[in-house]
Protein backbone atom coordinates (compact mmCIF):
# COMPACT_ATOMS: atom_id res chain seq x y z
CA UNK A 1 0.00 0.00 0.00
CA UNK A 2 0.97 3.67 -0.64
CA UNK A 3 -0.15 6.48 1.26
CA UNK A 4 -0.12 9.90 -0.23
CA UNK A 5 -0.68 13.37 1.41
CA UNK A 6 -1.01 16.32 -0.31
CA UNK A 7 -0.49 20.35 0.97
CA UNK A 8 -0.14 23.78 -0.52
CA UNK A 9 -3.39 24.38 -1.99
CA UNK A 10 -5.36 27.35 -1.65
CA UNK A 11 -6.66 30.56 -2.85
CA UNK A 12 -4.97 32.85 -4.88
CA UNK A 13 -5.44 35.82 -8.05
CA UNK A 14 -5.13 35.10 -11.34
CA UNK A 15 -2.42 35.18 -12.72
CA UNK A 16 -0.31 33.84 -9.12
CA UNK A 17 1.38 30.53 -8.40
CA UNK A 18 1.22 27.86 -5.74
CA UNK A 19 3.14 24.88 -5.08
CA UNK A 20 1.18 21.88 -4.23
CA UNK A 21 3.66 18.96 -2.65
CA UNK A 22 2.37 15.00 -1.90
CA UNK A 23 4.32 13.06 0.43
CA UNK A 24 4.39 9.11 0.09
CA UNK A 25 4.73 6.07 2.83
CA UNK A 26 4.41 3.10 2.43
CA UNK A 27 6.50 1.68 -0.42
CA UNK A 28 9.88 2.39 -2.16
CA UNK A 29 9.71 6.14 -3.55
CA UNK A 30 11.84 6.01 -6.25
CA UNK A 31 10.23 2.94 -7.96
CA UNK A 32 7.25 5.00 -8.24
CA UNK A 33 5.53 6.72 -11.07
CA UNK A 34 3.80 9.87 -9.86
CA UNK A 35 1.44 12.47 -11.09
CA UNK A 36 -1.53 14.84 -10.47
CA UNK A 37 -5.09 14.58 -11.55
CA UNK A 38 -7.89 17.83 -10.81
CA UNK A 39 -11.61 17.82 -10.14
CA UNK A 40 -13.91 20.84 -10.70
CA UNK A 41 -16.99 21.07 -9.60
CA UNK A 42 -19.55 19.36 -11.68
CA UNK A 43 -17.10 18.08 -13.96
CA UNK A 44 -15.18 15.02 -14.75
CA UNK A 45 -11.80 14.39 -13.07
CA UNK A 46 -8.77 15.34 -15.74
CA UNK A 47 -5.45 14.18 -15.98
CA UNK A 48 -3.03 17.25 -14.81
CA UNK A 49 0.64 15.69 -15.41
CA UNK A 50 3.22 12.53 -14.49
CA UNK A 51 6.66 12.19 -13.83
CA UNK A 52 8.63 9.21 -14.06
CA UNK A 53 10.35 7.37 -11.47
CA UNK A 54 13.26 8.68 -12.11
CA UNK A 55 12.19 12.26 -12.51
CA UNK A 56 13.29 11.85 -16.66
CA UNK A 57 10.25 11.87 -17.90
CA UNK A 58 7.16 14.29 -17.33
CA UNK A 59 3.62 14.55 -19.52
CA UNK A 60 1.63 17.05 -19.01
CA UNK A 61 -2.25 17.81 -20.07
CA UNK A 62 -2.37 20.65 -22.95
CA UNK A 63 -4.50 22.46 -20.94
CA UNK A 64 -1.61 23.35 -18.25
CA UNK A 65 1.56 22.75 -20.70
CA UNK A 66 4.24 25.68 -20.38
CA UNK A 67 2.40 27.09 -17.06
CA UNK A 68 2.63 23.77 -14.62
CA UNK A 69 5.56 21.99 -13.98
CA UNK A 70 5.87 18.38 -11.63
CA UNK A 71 9.25 17.59 -10.29
CA UNK A 72 10.34 14.90 -7.54
CA UNK A 73 12.65 14.61 -4.26
CA UNK A 74 13.10 11.12 -4.45
CA UNK A 75 15.24 11.53 -0.91
CA UNK A 76 12.14 13.44 0.73
CA UNK A 77 9.52 11.35 -0.83
CA UNK A 78 7.85 14.00 -2.56
CA UNK A 79 6.64 15.34 -5.61
CA UNK A 80 5.47 18.52 -6.30
CA UNK A 81 3.17 20.70 -9.01
CA UNK A 82 4.67 24.61 -9.69
CA UNK A 83 1.91 26.05 -10.95
CA UNK A 84 2.12 29.47 -12.61
CA UNK A 85 0.44 32.07 -14.54
CA UNK A 86 -2.82 30.57 -12.61
CA UNK A 87 -6.29 30.94 -14.38
CA UNK A 88 -9.33 30.76 -12.79
CA UNK A 89 -10.79 27.79 -14.76
CA UNK A 90 -7.66 25.83 -12.57
CA UNK A 91 -9.81 25.94 -9.88
CA UNK A 92 -10.39 22.70 -8.64
CA UNK A 93 -9.55 19.64 -6.13
CA UNK A 94 -6.22 18.54 -6.54
CA UNK A 95 -5.16 14.73 -6.48
CA UNK A 96 -1.74 13.18 -5.93
CA UNK A 97 -1.53 9.43 -7.78
CA UNK A 98 0.82 6.99 -7.61
CA UNK A 99 1.77 3.75 -9.67
CA UNK A 100 4.65 1.89 -11.26
CA UNK A 101 4.07 3.63 -14.24
CA UNK A 102 3.63 6.67 -15.90
CA UNK A 103 1.07 5.00 -18.54
CA UNK A 104 -1.47 4.62 -16.12
CA UNK A 105 -1.56 8.22 -15.25
CA UNK A 106 -2.95 8.58 -19.11
CA UNK A 107 -4.91 5.12 -20.28
CA UNK A 108 -8.20 3.95 -19.19
CA UNK A 109 -7.40 2.47 -15.99
CA UNK A 110 -6.51 4.65 -13.15
CA UNK A 111 -3.74 4.81 -11.16
CA UNK A 112 -3.50 2.33 -7.62
CA UNK A 113 -2.97 4.65 -5.40
CA UNK A 114 -4.65 8.43 -4.57
CA UNK A 115 -4.36 11.10 -1.94
CA UNK A 116 -7.24 12.95 -0.43
CA UNK A 117 -6.57 15.75 -2.19
CA UNK A 118 -6.20 19.74 -1.99
CA UNK A 119 -8.12 22.38 -3.18
CA UNK A 120 -7.11 25.12 -5.49
CA UNK A 121 -9.00 28.32 -5.86
CA UNK A 122 -8.43 30.48 -8.18
CA UNK A 123 -9.79 34.35 -7.87
CA UNK A 124 -10.81 36.31 -11.12
Known amino acids: QVQLVESGGGLVPAGGSLRLSCTASGRTFSSLAMGWFRQAPGKEREFVGA????????YYADSVKGRFTISRANAKNTVYLQMNSLKPEDTAVYYCAADSTTARFMGVRPPDYWGQGTQVTVLS
Open 51 to 58: ISWSGGST
